[in-house]
């Protein structure tokens, strides 16, 4: 539990926190991790809906914020999540810290920005190891011959990757809480009704 101060909220809070300020907490620990590299929460799974079935993989959660109810991540616009996406705007995250064994759960539903003023902002903001992922040749997924990079040659010009960089933003109306102890669990159910959250506990 060495760290869990940093995080801000420290395991025996998360179980006396009340109904109420569970969604603000929930958010807090989002928005930390968002901002910082070591929470558990900074890459979460994500998962929607494909035409073989359900879909789920690793991402990194790049802004989280209260006050729009919105969780960003980046991505390829090219890979099979944004296709997917882009058919049914309904996706589903999953954080988890073992530290804490906390699982939040979040829902939601995605806009997609690549042209638009966000998807810039985001771009400026990106690392240059980071820009490498948008300035592959092939589309995500495609077979290589060997493992290496499919990055062109001159893959460092400035621009590089802008047309295939997206940001999905997923605006999110629900939110299942749950922390595991040694005797009894404790799990809550948020939803969004405007103007603000609803909390109920659960069975977990
Ligand atoms: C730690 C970690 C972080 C990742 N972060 C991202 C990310 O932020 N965005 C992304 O598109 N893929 C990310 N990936 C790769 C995805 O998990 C996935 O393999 C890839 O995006 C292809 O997914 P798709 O075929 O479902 O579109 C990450 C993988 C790992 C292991």
Redesign the pocket.
């Known amino acids: 539990m060495g760290n869990d101060k940093s995080r801000g909220v420290r395991r025996q809070d998360l179980w006396s926190l009340g109904l109420e300020q569970w969604p603000q907490v929930a958010w807090g620990l989002l928005e930390q991790a968002a901002t910082g590299t070591d929470h558990p929460f900074r890459?979460p799974a994500l998962a929607t809906s494909g035409a073989d079935g359900p879909?789920v993989?690793?991402?990194?959660l790049?802004t989280a914020s209260a006050a729009t109810r919105r969780l960003l991540?980046?991505?390829?616009a090219r890979?099979?999540?944004?296709r997917e996406l882009r058919q049914l705007t309904q996706m589903a995250w999953m954080f988890y810290d073992p530290g804490q064994r906390f699982q939040l759960r979040a829902w939601g539903a995605a806009s997609l920005h690549q042209d638009d003023e966000l998807a810039e902002t985001c771009w400026e903001t990106c690392s240059p190891a980071n820009l490498l992922?948008y300035r592959g040749r092939t589309v995500?997924?495609t077979a290589l011959e060997a493992t290496l990079s499919s990055l062109p040659p001159g893959a460092l010009e400035d621009r590089l990757g802008r047309g295939n960089f997206l940001v999905v933003a997923c605006q999110v109306a629900r939110m299942d809480a749950l922390l595991l102890g040694p005797e009894f669990h404790r799990r809550l159910d948020m939803r969004w009704h405007e103007p603000s959250w609803v909390s109920t506990w659960v069975n977990p």
């Open positions: 890459c879909q993989r690793t991402v990194i790049r991540f980046y991505t390829d890979s099979p999540k944004v992922n995500p997924g």
